[in-house]
T-cell receptor, first 113, second 112 residues
Framework: SQTIHQWPATLVQPVGSPLSLECTVE??????LYWYRQAAGRGLQLLFY??????ISSEVPQNLSASRPQDRQFILSSKKLLLSDSGFYLC????????????FGSGTRLTVV | GQQVMQIPQYQHVQEGEDFTTYCNSS?????IQWYKQRPGGHPVFLIQ?????EVKKQKRLTFQFGEAKKNSSLHITATQTTDVGTYFC????????????FGGGTRLMVKP
């Protein structure tokens, strides 16, 4: 069966510090991968998506970046965090045809102080 | 661009009352998906509807896809405290079919 792992679960980082969040998927190959951010009590904002290794599309211009160094690994990064980067970050995967919806990771709650 | 809107944004109900959330898309959708996010948790896929006018049931949850495939609803009969959470609808992005456009969600609170 397919599983998705996301870590860390919580993170408190000072303004201006770097960020690296990792997401890995097991049990499937060539998944579509996504990074979402959710502000407290709000909806899901798509940040990046990837359909293959090295292929990244950005939906929202910001100081975040994403990389996909391996087929089942998706990394969200920042060189310098801003207070506005605080939020709940969710990684998700879907099969190419998307028939079974998105499977989300358990999320990383990031607080920038 | 494509928009998916949900109403209401919040709903408080007494345990045992029914609940309905509505989802409307600015464009025709090939399918509609529904997700549930428990407080502090991550969204979990509930169901996908594909056919015009389709109705699917999962125990006390009834999902409908409109005839024009631009709207959908989720109805919960006799809510329980375990139904608490935010319900999101989502439809494929017209420009990139593997991407979903999510509605803003309806947060359901149930008073015991």
């Amino acid at each position: 069966s397919q599983t998705i792992h996301q870590w860390p679960a919580t993170l408190v980082q000072p303004v201006g510090s770097p960020l690296s969040l990792e997401c890995t998927v097991e049990g499937t190959s060539n998944p579509n991968l996504y990074w979402y951010r959710q502000a407290a009590g709000r909806g899901l904002q798509l940040l990046f998506y990837s359909v293959g290794i090295g292929q990244i599309s950005s939906e929202v211009p910001q100081n975040l970046s994403a990389s996909r160094p391996q087929d089942r690994q998706f990394i969200l990064s920042s060189k310098k965090l801003l207070l506005s980067d605080s939020g709940f970050y969710l990684c998700a995967w879907s099969a190419y045809w998307g028939a079974h919806g998105y499977t989300f990771g358990s999320g990383t709650r990031l607080t920038v102080v | 661009g494509q928009q998916v809107m949900q109403i209401p944004q919040y709903q408080h109900v007494q345990e045992g009352e029914d609940f309905t959330t509505y989802c409307n898309s600015s464009t025709t959708l090939s399918n509609i998906q529904w997700y549930k996010q428990r407080p502090g948790g991550h969204p979990v896929f509930l169901i996908q509807l594909v056919k015009s006018g389709e109705v699917k049931k999962q125990k006390r949850l009834t999902f409908q896809f409109g005839e024009a495939k631009k709207n959908s609803s989720l109805h919960i009969t006799a809510t329980q405290t375990t139904d608490v959470g935010t319900y999101f609808c989502a439809g494929p992005n017209n420009n990139a079919g593997n991407m979903l456009t999510f509605g803003g969600g309806t947060r359901l609170m149930v008073k015991p």
